[in-house]
């Protein structure tokens, strides 16, 4: 009875919070439009720190409420019933969410590579873009540093990878962990417990972020084609890793949480913080370091570059196919650099710097996962 009290009290305030968003949003344009300079700036700042601990709130009490629903649910009747109702839920959640975030990473490097950076652009531009969509006309500047005056309203592209990766974190949760022994662990490919599994996938995510973040700290960042090489040998080490550790279909699903993971990761601790340096350096009229922004952009465009990978392993659980087939690692690596590709040369298309030999190449490694996956037919 305790329990189900509990869990009441955690539904009631999760709507709390979320009203209370909306509240905050009306508070902050009374505010803007009652202060001016220093004042504003100070009352803004106030703001954000309490927007930021508002929504961590409605993070912790969500994942509460996830995790209250599994243990009432657990050993009952409704189990089943119950645990397949929040995979919909969640999943549908995170491909809503998923959809914004790609699709804002998609048009923000389309932006960059088509920018007008020649014909009449003004000194303090680096560049404009017409464009037409949805019955109507649409010209796009871009800053060289920011402009004179910094407008109140401000929009920021980060909600969409943050509730992103915690809808596909809660998933993972409801799929693989909360029934570990039975979709985590795989005893023919490694006995482990499922406590051992579970701590194994969730400490692989910090690990790949060290290396990764350590990695774009050494000049290789610079050298794109070098960066790639050790990109890709680190993401070929944890899907071997992951292989050798979980069932096939877990270990396809983190190995894309591990990429979701890194992306996300950007956001929240280089390109929303260069972002704000910016903001702040721009409305107090101070040095912007324009590093801040050039690491910011060159995160935003690995996280480009990840994107077709991640929807890979999205819907590779529904073709055995691939997770299925005597070496996963294999497929799942191939897959990701030939799809990586793909995505490079749309990338230099849109720059209008065609290449006659990226998507050849690319189509040729998309090829070998589909012979290498056959199985041997009767008589062969």
Request: net charge positive; charged share 10%.
């Amino acid at each position: 009875m305790l329990n189900i009290i509990l869990y009441c009290i955690l539904i009631v305030i999760s709507f709390s919070l979320v009203g209370l968003t909306y509240r905050m949003r009306s508070i902050a344009r009374a505010t803007a439009k009652e202060n001016t300079g220093s004042d504003h700036d100070g009352e803004e700042s106030k703001l954000e720190l309490s927007h930021g601990f508002l929504y961590a709130a409605i993070i912790i009490s969500i994942v509460l409420v996830i995790f209250f629903t599994w243990h009432l649910a657990k050993g009952t009747p409704w189990e089943g019933h119950i645990m397949e109702w929040l995979n919909i839920i969640i999943r549908l959640m995170h491909i809503t969410f998923g959809i914004a975030w790609i699709g804002a990473s998609f048009y923000f490097v389309f932006l960059e590579n088509a920018l007008n950076r020649t014909h009449n652009v003004r000194d303090e531009l680096a560049g404009n873009l017409w464009a037409v969509h949805g019955g109507g006309f649409y010209y796009l500047e871009k800053y060289k540093v920011a402009p004179g005056v910094i407008p109140k309203e401000l929009h920021w592209f980060k909600y969409e990878a943050y509730f992103t990766w915690l809808s596909g974190f809660s998933l993972l949760f409801v799929v693989y962990y909360f029934n570990a022994s039975a979709y985590l662990i795989d005893t023919n490919v490694l006995n482990i417990s499922p406590v051992a599994g579970v701590a194994i996938g969730l400490g692989s995510f910090v690990a790949a972020w060290l290396v990764y973040h350590l990695l774009c700290k050494t000049p290789l960042l610079y050298k794109g084609p070098l960066f790639a090489i050790a990109g890709i040998l680190v993401a070929l080490a944890f899907a071997w890793m992951y292989s050798h550790v979980f069932s096939s279909r877990a270990a396809y699903i983190h190995f894309g949480a591990m990429l979701g993971t890194l992306m996300a990761g950007n956001v929240f601790f280089i390109i929303i913080p260069s972002q704000k340096a910016m903001v702040r350096a721009a409305k107090q009229g101070t040095t912007l370091d324009p590093m801040l922004g050039k690491l910011a952009g060159l995160r935003s465009l690995h996280n480009n570059y990840l994107t077709l990978p991640v929807l890979f392993v999205m819907v590779s659980n529904h073709f055995p196919s691939t997770f299925g087939s005597p070496h996963p690692w294999l497929i799942l690596i191939i897959i990701s650099v030939g799809t990586a590709g793909v995505k490079h040369w749309l990338n230099l298309r849109e720059k209008g710097q065609l290449n006659i030999w990226v998507l050849p190449i690319c189509v040729c490694v998309l090829h070998a996962p589909v012979y290498n996956s056959a199985q041997a037919q009767p008589g062969e």
